[in-house]
């Protein structure tokens, strides 16, 4: 085989750039990661929840299951949102 000038270099190239059919996610697909199921996915939001300031200041997000402490800890936390402690019977 004979040794390769620069112009045969170029000529290479050239052809590889227009006959690829495309970035090498065309040729090979990663794996998605399996999804987490909501459980692992509630214990993990919960987790970042009792890291923040506004949690451990609050003693009454402390007694409550992960899903209702998200919840309260949401509404407490959030702008023109004003949580209610009493519950006033209409009947």
Known sequence: MQNLTVLDYRT????????????WTTHFVPPEPEPEDVATQMRGMAA????????????????????LMMMLWAFKTSDNVQVINEYVDSC
Do not use: T
């Open 12 to 23: 290479l190239a050239d052809a590889v750039e227009q006959f690829d059919p495309g970035p």
């Open 48 to 67: 970042v929840i009792r890291n923040e300031d506004s949690y451990k200041q609050d003693a009454e997000l402390h007694g409550l299951p992960d899903d």
